[in-house]
């Protein structure tokens, strides 16, 4: 029997897959903390591509996602929606720009039922009907990522 490592071989893939891994850690002051592990994995139905883009919500509401470019929208899978307010900043933000960022906040869906993002938070989940679904900042324009990916 040699020591000698065996090499893996890269196997290529015949359908894309998508994978998440996710922990919420609840620090409580009262006793000691929980993690909370979210984890998942499933073939896609499609080999279609992801995109990504950064977009700028205001406060009226706009399209979510106004072009699906080439992914046709009954094909959408897992939305990924970040809020880009108050990160990679160059400088250290002034008491009243960490004001004005906490009150950036995104509201997202569709009649009757919306869903919030706060400042450098994210939000994922699937739809039924991605075309339907609206945006808006609580106060002023915030930016956000939205990432889709086939089903």
């Known amino acids: 029997m040699s020591d000698k490592p065996v090499p893996l071989e890269a196997t290529q893939r015949e359908i894309n897959r998508?994978?998440?891994?996710?922990?919420?850690?609840?620090?409580?002051?009262?006793d000691r903390p929980i993690s909370i592990p979210l984890t998942f994995s499933e073939d896609l139905t499609v080999n279609e591509e992801s995109f990504s883009r950064r977009m700028?919500?205001?406060?009226?509401?706009?399209?979510?996602?106004?072009?699906?470019?080439?992914?046709?929208?009954?094909?959408?899978?897992?939305?990924?929606?970040?809020?880009?307010?108050?990160?990679?900043?160059?400088?250290n933000p002034t008491e009243e720009q960490k004001e004005s960022d906490k009150k950036k906040v995104l509201v997202v869906g569709c009649e009757p039922f919306f869903m919030v993002i706060r400042p450098r938070r994210h939000l994922y989940f699937e739809t039924l009907d991605a075309?339907?679904?609206?945006?808006?900042?609580?106060?002023?324009?915030?930016?956000?990522?939205?990432?889709?990916?086939?089903?």
């Open 18 to 30: 998508v994978t998440v891994v996710s922990t919420i850690h609840h620090e409580r002051t009262d």
């Open 56 to 91: 700028v919500a205001v406060e009226d509401w706009q399209l979510l996602i106004p072009n699906f470019g080439f992914l046709d929208p009954k094909q959408v899978g897992l939305l990924i929606i970040e809020s880009l307010v108050g990160g990679r900043r160059q400088l």
């Open 131 to 151: 075309e339907q679904l609206m945006v808006r900042c609580l106060s002023g324009d915030a930016k956000y990522r939205v990432t889709v990916l086939p089903r």
